[in-house]
């Protein structure tokens, strides 16, 4: 009876050794590829196996290996079963010219090797590409303590999954996030892409070159991958970008400016008072004053200096300063409320205040003023007439 079954053992046994792995092949989602960026490389093997069955340590050589993913499918046709694993591997060459990706192997059956040809960074028209970044700075020549306005756009004509769009780094420098992000969409050759648009105000602390790195972009976006059968799908796809470095002239403070340093496009001064307001002994005055600076941060606002004649004593507040945006021009604000009382009735000069400027355009220095002004003071009205 034994002897009986081994022959029936081996006839079931000769479906499940056709079920082995008997072919591994290879293959790239584009060919050339650029230099720093991801490709696909996908590996597929017709039979179902473990994610670690495929050694990937060849590629190390040639290649930066980033994520990879498996998936295992199962197919029956007229009572025959097909099935396949599937390996989907990320990688970044690392020189340029012509790369070869080796065989890879399992279980003795290997894939062919595929001629790779691998461009510089940047030699891929933007168009052509699904991300790519700009960069744009308001002049490449300034004065210490000037704000430049540094914008990078992000363009993307894929969806983003998740992401980060890092700074640009700068040694001798101070550098913040101006406003919020902005988002809308412009066509490079014909071509639709969403914008994501951030800008950065940059203040060089010491005259000379001003190196600026370029932004860079690294994240996780979604691609449409092969279509396999009736349905498409799509990917997570780790994608990164970088921009051109940039080089800025840094002057010093002219030897002929004067005052405390302020650089901006246009300053101006503004006072408010209440007209109708009697001026009485004993009752104070408020005196609101706007400093306003456009292109300049906050941080450069000089104090306002008041000297106020005798029998007027002042009490400021603590100074407010902002930053909005306004007409595409970053504008700088100090609010300074004044409360005077006088103490004496009488007629009083207010001295007008100076505060002096530097124009970039026009490289002379210039002044904010606001005149003189004459109030007359009246004896308080619970006060005794002489």
């Known amino acids: 009876m034994v002897t009986r079954l081994i022959p029936l053992l081996l006839l079931c046994l000769l479906p499940l050794k056709a079920l082995a792995l008997t072919q591994l092949q290879a293959s790239v989602d584009r060919n050339p590829v650029t230099e720093s960026e991801y490709f696909m490389l996908s590996v597929v093997a017709d039979d179902e196996l473990e994610a670690q069955a495929l050694d990937t340590s060849a590629l190390l050589k040639d290649f930066i290996v980033g994520r990879t993913s498996v998936s295992r ?60 970044l700009r960069t744009s700075i308001s002049a490449k020549e300034a004065y210490v303590g000037q704000l430049l306005t540094y914008k990078v756009k992000l363009f993307l004509a894929v969806e983003l999954q998740r992401g980060v769009l890092s700074a640009p780094s700068i040694s001798g420098a101070q550098i913040k996030q101006l406003g919020e992000d902005k988002e809308s969409s412009e066509i490079v050759n014909g071509r639709r892409f969403r914008v994501i648009e951030r800008s950065y105000g940059i203040i060089a602390d010491e005259p000379g070159e ?79 004053l706007t400093l306003l600076a456009s292109n300049a941060d906050e941080t450069s606002l000089p104090e306002l200096k008041l000297s106020l004649p005798d029998n007027l004593k002042s009490y400021p507040e603590k100074a407010q300063r902002k930053t909005f945006v306004r007409d595409n021009q970053l504008v700088s604000q100090l609010t300074q409320t004044i409360a005077i009382v006088p103490s004496k009735p009488g007629s009083y000069t207010l001295p007008e205040i100076k505060v002096p400027w530097w124009n970039p355009h026009l490289k002379q220095q210039e002044f904010a003023l606001l005149p003189a002004r004459t109030i007359q003071v009246a004896p308080a009205a619970d006060m005794p007439q002489p």
């Open 210 to 288: 001003l190196a600026i790195s370029g932004a860079n972009f690294s994240g996780d976006v979604l691609v449409d991958t092969p279509r396999r059968g009736m349905f498409a799908f799509q990917e997570s796809r780790p994608m990164q970008a970088q921009s051109d470095s940039m080089l800025v002239s840094i002057k010093p403070i002219p030897a002929e400016y004067h005052g405390d340093w302020l650089v901006s496009d246009l300053v101006m001064l503004k006072e408010e008072w209440d007209d109708k307001q009697t001026f009485e002994v004993g009752r104070p005055i408020t005196r609101n």
């Open 73 to 132: 499918s199962t197919q029956i046709i007229n009572f025959d079963a097909r099935k396949e694993t599937r390996w989907q591997v990320m990688l970044t060459p690392k020189t340029t010219g012509q790369v070869t990706i080796p065989a890879l192997s399992i279980d003795g059956v290997s894939s062919d090797a595929i001629e790779l040809k691998v461009m510089p960074a940047g030699s891929r028209p933007e168009a052509q590409k699904n991300l790519f």
